[in-house]
């Protein structure tokens, strides 16, 4: 099984900065992953999927990148509703499919 | 717009059984692979099962192999989950949530998701 780490476990960041998420996976998972936005009550929602390439709708200040064992989820000019738990996923190997355990982003 | 609703959630007891069903629409449903994956209260997300688009395999997560079954209803369009000899550790909200690959081999990620349903094994 592919052990996904993400951290911090929380990130605190005043609105309008940078938030940067780490995502890291047990063994080489290449560029098959995928990141989802979950907010309090609601479905995850597909960010970005392939390491780097935003989903349908997904506004252009979030933007992933990495490969093989080291991910990153980059949020810039961070608005309120972006308040949320943000899991990355990996598709590599399975079964199992493998999600880490989240990163909570806070407004400070 | 594509729409995926859960039902048949609830509490049942140590050792029951629950059956899930998920109600899609806005999409051709026999052309994408389907997923369930569930949350634990306050945790994060574990991957449960998926089908695929014709439902010719099937693949479980070890925790729940031999005691979970998926299927899907090409009339109906819905997507299910029977729950058997169900744990207090299956408690979970669970989401069924689509593949976003048109035929053929999956991508083994999720592109829309439901609202999820909860499920409670307690005595």
């Known amino acids: 099984e592919t052990v996904m780490t993400q951290s911090p476990a929380t990130l605190s960041v005043f609105p309008g900065e940078g938030a940067t998420l780490s995502c890291r996976a047990s063994?080489?998972?290449?560029?098959?992953l995928a990141w989802y936005q979950q907010k309090p009550g609601q479905a995850p929602r597909l960010l970005i999927y392939?390491?780097?390439t935003r989903a349908t709708g997904i506004p252009a200040r979030f933007s992933g990148s990495g490969s093989a064992t080291h991910f990153t989820l980059t949020i810039t000019n961070l608005q309120s509703e972006d308040v949320a738990l943000y899991y990355c996923?990996?598709?590599?190997?399975?079964?199992?499919?493998?999600f880490g355990g989240g990163t909570r982003v806070e407004i400070k | 717009q594509v729409q995926l609703v859960e039902s048949g959630g609830g509490v049942v007891q140590p050792g029951g059984s629950l059956r899930l069903s998920c109600a899609t629409s806005?999409?051709?449903?026999?052309?994408?692979?389907m997923h369930w994956v569930r949350q634990a209260p306050g945790k994060g997300l574990e991957w449960v099962a998926l089908?695929?688009?014709?439902?010719?395999?099937?693949y479980y997560a070890d925790s729940v192999k031999g005691r979970f079954t998926v299927s899907r209803d090409h009339s109906k369009n819905t997507f299910n989950l029977q729950m058997n000899s169900l744990r207090v550790d299956d408690t979970a909200v669970y989401f069924c949530?689509?593949?976003?690959?048109?035929?053929?081999?999956?991508?083994?990620?999720?592109?829309?998701w439901g609202q999820g349903i909860p499920v409670t094994v307690s005595s």
């Open positions: 806005g999409f051709t449903f026999g052309n994408y692979g």
């Open positions: 089908i695929w688009y014709d439902g010719s395999s099937q």
């Open positions: 392939d390491a780097s």
């Open positions: 063994h080489s998972v290449n560029r098959n």
């Open positions: 996923q990996q598709y590599n190997t399975w079964p199992p499919l493998t």
């Open positions: 949530a689509r593949d976003p690959t048109l035929f053929g081999e999956l991508s083994y990620y999720f592109d829309f």
